[in-house]
């Protein structure tokens, strides 16, 4: 009787634990693709919602902190343009909001910008910070991708600019 009780207390503590490891970090991925032939430039940065929700309180603060509310979206795509910020060749590219969409747990928000087709794409300087002072563990993903080569760089809270570099 007593090994039972033992047993059937393992396994209700290995059941109440699972969840929790579950999701054991923040994490995030940009994925900025440049064509050198037109310079035209996209940027997705794709987010579970579960970790944006929380940085809603402080990004949108006027707004209710879910991703429902229209006004805390639009706050979210706004803070997002304001945070990042790409370099092409030492040339600002600014960008602007392609789109938003919210499936599920999904998030991915797309902004686009024009470089200048005689571009090179050698170097390309990267620089974000998108939730300071929230999760302590957000890491951001970026791939930058230049004629079919990808070169990857991850940001933690408080990384400095990163460049990555192409030959052509």
């Known amino acids: 009787m007593r090994a039972r009780t033992l047993l059937a ?4 503590g290995l059941v109440l634990a699972t969840p929790a490891l579950a999701h054991r970090g923040h994490a995030g991925l940009t994925v900025v693709e440049i064509d050198p032939q037109t310079g035209a430039v996209t940027v997705s940065h794709r987010f579970a919602a579960h970790d944006v929700e929380p940085a809603l309180v402080t990004v949108a603060p006027d707004a209710q902190p879910t991703l429902d509310d229209p006004d805390a979206v639009t706050a979210l795509e706004q803070h997002l343009d304001r945070r990042f ?3 092409v060749d030492g040339a600002l590219i600014e960008l602007d909001h392609a789109g938003t969409n919210l499936a599920g747990d999904n998030i991915r928000v ?3 910008g024009a ?3 005689e571009m090179a794409a050698r170097s390309v300087r990267v620089d974000l910070d998108f939730f300071p ?3 302590d563990d957000q890491e951001q993903q970026v791939n930058v991708r230049v004629a079919g080569v990808t070169r990857t760089v991850v940001f933690r809270p ?3 600019a990163q460049t990555v570099t192409f030959s052509r």
């Not at 207390?9 to 209700?12: D, E, K, P, R, T």
């Open 133 to 135: 002072g929230v999760h």
């Open 85 to 87: 910020r790409l370099e």
């Open 115 to 117: 470089g200048t087709p």
């Open 9 to 12: 207390g393992l396994v209700a």
């Open 158 to 160: 408080g990384s400095v």
């Open 110 to 112: 797309d902004y686009a």
